[in-house]
């Protein structure tokens, strides 16, 4: 794997890729709070057919961190999955992405189709389901309910107050402990959160966003702008034991997206990338040959 930078939309972002002789491309967006590192069994299964890259999101491991909470607006975000896909290939691309890295693909199957040949969605919610939901599933809106605490002002004290490596251990301390996670993997992640701003930059993708999550026991009367309709043929896999997004995030989904396979894990949970990697891979590969 090969560590670079690449510099466009105002930023610079960090990004490792790997078998770069290959013609097709695929891009991998991690969510929160990841980096590349995340990707990396995937990075090394499909460089070995594809040109794969993975990218540090703007915010998380050595890639810019602006302090603005409008350098996380979504257009934004999607401005730099564009400038990826326009510098490392001539042609369309491969996207996957997880959590709020599938947030921003969906965004881009929507505006940028032409850009995508297929797109792997990975327990990230469609965002006008996902807008709905907030609104009239009292189970999700529940289990939203962390949305306000990432975007409240006083998270980052709250979190060095925690402490990092608590923090870090109660997000991925099942992985860790499973071999899923390395040492050195930990060990680079909480360094890159100990760095000026860092905390922020990464909390500002919550405060960015358009979703609006009421108290558990209301519900808004409105919610973000829908989508267009997703014309890329479109795998979805779900970790059907996801506790803050909840299985109701798969239903309906063929409403909204044109050329849908849907896959459910029952086994693995919102950290299915590292849960599952193989099985995955596996699905992963399955619908590349479908979809060729």
């Known amino acids: ?97 997880h959590d ?28 006008t389901i996902f807008s709905h939901s907030l609104i009239s599933n009292d189970a999700q809106r529940a289990a939203s309910q962390y949305i306000n605490r990432f975007r409240d002002g006083g998270c980052e004290a709250r979190l060095q107050a925690i402490g990092l490596e608590a923090f870090w251990m109660s997000v991925f301390g099942a992985h860790f402990a499973s071999g899923a996670i390395t040492e050195a993997h930990k060990a680079k992640q909480i360094a890159s959160w100990r760095e000026p701003g860092a905390l922020t930059a990464m909390l500002n993708w919550y405060r960015a966003s358009a979703y609006e999550v009421s108290p558990a026991s209301e519900a808004l009367a409105e919610g973000v702008a829908p989508l267009a309709n997703i014309v890329v043929p479109t795998l979805v896999i779900w970790g059907i034991e996801d506790s803050v997004l909840l299985p109701c995030q798969i239903e309906g989904l063929s409403d909204y997206v044109e050329s849908l396979t849907v896959k459910t894990l029952v086994n693995a949970g919102h950290g299915l990338i590292h849960d599952s990697p193989h099985e995955i891979i596996e699905l992963i590969r399955k619908f590349i040959v479908a979809t060729d």
């Open 1 to 97: 794997m090969k560590s670079t930078f690449v510099h466009f939309n105002d930023v610079r972002l960090h990004v490792v890729d790997a078998g770069e002789e290959h013609d097709e491309c695929m891009i991998f967006l991690h969510g929160f709070p990841e980096s590349h590192l995340s990707w990396t069994p995937y990075v090394t299964a499909f460089s070995k057919s594809h040109h794969v890259v993975a990218p540090d999101n703007r915010g998380f491991g050595e890639s810019d961190k602006p302090l603005e909470i409008s350098a996380y607006d979504i257009q934004e975000i999607v401005a730099d999955i564009v400038g990826l896909a326009n510098h490392f290939s001539t042609k369309p691309i491969t996207l996957v992405g």
């Open 100 to 127: 709020w890295g599938g947030v921003a693909a969906w965004h881009v199957a929507a505006e940028h189709p032409q850009l995508l040949k297929r797109m792997v969605i990975l327990n990230a919610p469609h965002p």
